[in-house]
């Protein structure tokens, strides 16, 4: 063994990696966590005597990314993430550029969400929107927020476009694998331009749809929808979103109005501000409404101020505090179970120091 150590020692002094390795970067962040809330949802009114309401976490990410060009002027490489929670790799692909745009294969976003103007996918302050634990009901399938998507992480094909004149267009087709029929595509239009002296402005379009995953009547379609606008100037952002989320059965059964088991319709407002060098200030008002299936009439609304600090280089502070309110429009509540409110008002309070490298 200790020869052995010797001779690859040896090996990489005298330049015995390959050209392969020469461009390997590694990059990552770890993250300390704590979240307190106040909810009015009990879980058993009978026994359940409150929550500890408070809770401390941690998180870890590493990046590896392999990059290269060629003579012909072919931009490639791969990449892959390591994260903590999950089963090691949670990302991995390998993508080509060129003057004719960039083809992505392996693990990674959809267009509906990588090329998303919402806040969830802007990450203004580190954490999002923060919904306290029980603010809405465990079994309803609100949106909370404007993280969504069809396909997640799974592995798709992915083309984006060169800007032309500031347009730009992605699409991606994700396969659900042999045993699924819920194969998931999308696609985004992007344009961006500067007006009036200075100010940004960028206006998308994005959908993503997964067929269900077999032919029972109970198996959904999901089309998901989003129109958003984005405007900036100076030290200023101000983005809105609106986002659909239908899901539809097979086969209507017998007794139902319609097909649609959720039909939510959201709207999202971000403004956001650059205060200093070292602080970054912003607001987030998140409303929706489910119209279909048998949590027609539920809704959800949050309000979040968040505050990120720069305490040194790569070193962050970020604060959020969120109140949110869930109304249950159709559950039926026992005397019994008084404790128990179709109106559930909460509050979050979360905090994350956060060291990138």
């Not at 949670?90 to 806040?119: C, E, F, H």
């Not at 077999?214 to 379609?221: H, I, M």
């Not at 505090?321 to 429009?329: G, K, N, Q, R």
């Amino acid at each position: 063994m200790k020869r052995l150590l010797m001779t690859t020692t040896a090996l990489i002094a005298l330049g015995g990696v390959t050209s392969a390795l020469a461009d390997l970067s590694i990059s990552g962040n770890a993250q300390f966590t704590y979240k307190s809330w106040s909810d009015d949802y009990v879980d058993v009114p009978e026994t359940d005597s409150g929550n500890n309401n408070t809770s401390m976490g941690e998180g870890l990410e590493i990046w590896f990314n392999a990059d290269q060009t060629a003579d012909s002027g072919l931009t490639y490489g791969a990449a892959a993430r390591l994260r903590e929670g999950t089963t090691g790799v949670d990302r991995n692909y390998i993508y080509m550029s060129d003057d004719w745009g960039k083809v992505t294969v392996g693990r990674q976003w959809a267009p509906l969400y990588s090329g998303s103007l919402g806040a969830d996918w802007r990450g203004t302050i580190k954490g999002g929107q923060q919904p306290a634990p029980d603010a809405v009901q465990k079994d309803s399938g609100i949106m909370t927020g404007s993280y969504i998507t069809t396909s997640g992480k799974s592995s798709k094909i992915i083309y984006d476009s060169p800007s032309i004149s500031g347009l730009k267009l992605g699409v991606s087709m994700a396969d659900a694998g042999g045993d699924s029929k819920g194969d998931s595509t999308s696609w985004r239009v992007t344009y961006g331009m500067d007006v009036m002296d200075g100010t940004g402005l960028k206006v998308s379009y994005g959908t993503e749809s997964m067929k269900a995953k077999d032919s029972v009547a109970a198996s959904t379609d999901n089309d998901i929808t989003e129109v958003g606008l984005e405007v900036s100037r100076g030290d200023f952002t101000l983005s809105a979103v609106q986002i659909g989320n239908a899901k539809e059965r097979n086969k209507k059964e017998a007794d139902a109005k319609t097909a649609k088991t959720s039909d939510q319709e959201a709207t999202e407002i971000e403004l956001a501000y650059n205060a200093t060098d070292a602080l970054t200030l912003n607001f987030i008002n998140f409303k929706n409404k489910e119209d279909a299936g048998t949590h027609m009439g539920d809704e959800y609304s949050s309000n979040a101020l968040g505050v990120k600090y720069t305490i040194a280089p790569g070193l962050t502070a970020n604060l959020i505090y969120t109140m949110s309110e869930y109304t249950d429009a159709t559950k039926e509540v026992k005397a019994t179970e008084a404790k128990e409110n179709k109106s559930n008002d909460a509050t979050a309070t979360y905090v994350q120091i956060r060291m990138s490298f």
